[in-house]
Every structure is written in structure tokens, then in C-alpha cells.
């Protein structure tokens, strides 16, 4: 199973590759291996997934390889503010939606 992607390898820092939706498998980064079932299912990105375990957040995107200045995310098809990402506790059946900005003309 595949989670949405950061910037791309090779990309100079700061400058996200295209915006694509499978490229990261599930359990690792920050959240690390745990057994299967131990975190909330949810629904990101359009794809069912497994958290190995419970979060918030801001601790999910980051261990996705997301930088957290660079997206913008909805929760349960409402825009959850940055300033609430630390607190926001990911709940079992949450539907979040996530957004790489990418500048450029």
C-alpha cells in the first residue's frame, strides 16, 4: 500500500516535485512499524488506509514526508486550519484530502 508523496528524490530542497498521490508505503517515517491495526482507518487522498498507529495531524504529514508549509488539507470536507494541525487528533473513518502547492507559471 502506497501513501501521497512528498518532494521527489533529486529535487533541489524546497522545490516539490509534481503533485502525485501513490509513491510512500504506509508505516514508515515518524510512525514507524507497528502491527497492522493498531491505528485509525482512513480515507486519504481518495484510498482507504491503515495508520499504524493513533496521531495527530500534523505528526501524519510529516511522517509522510510532507512539508507541512506546503499543503493545504481538508478533513471531513472541511478546510482544517495550519494552527489546528498539532491538536487535531486523527479519528477512525476521517476523510482527508491532501494538497501540494506548486509554485511556478
Given at each position: ?75 471531513n ?24 502547492i506548486v509554485?511556478?507559471?
Amino acid at each position: 500500500m502506497t501513501l501521497p508523496a512528498g518532494p521527489r528524490d533529486g529535487e533541489p530542497p524546497g522545490r516539490p516535485g509534481p503533485v502525485s498521490h501513490r509513491s510512500r508505503p504506509i508505516g514508515t517515517g515518524e510512525l514507524g512499524e507497528q502491527p497492522h491495526g493498531s491505528g485509525p482507518t482512513i480515507h486519504l487522498n481518495g484510498e482507504r488506509r491503515q495508520l499504524p498507529r493513533p496521531c495527530t495531524v500534523l505528526e501524519m504529514l510529516v511522517a509522510l514526508g510532507f512539508d507541512p508549509r506546503l499543503v493545504a488539507l481538508e478533513l471531513n470536507g472541511e478546510i482544517l486550519h495550519r494552527q489546528r494541525w498539532a491538536r487535531q487528533a486523527i479519528l477512525d473513518g476521517d476523510v482527508m484530502e491532501v494538497v501540494t502547492i506548486v509554485g511556478g507559471g
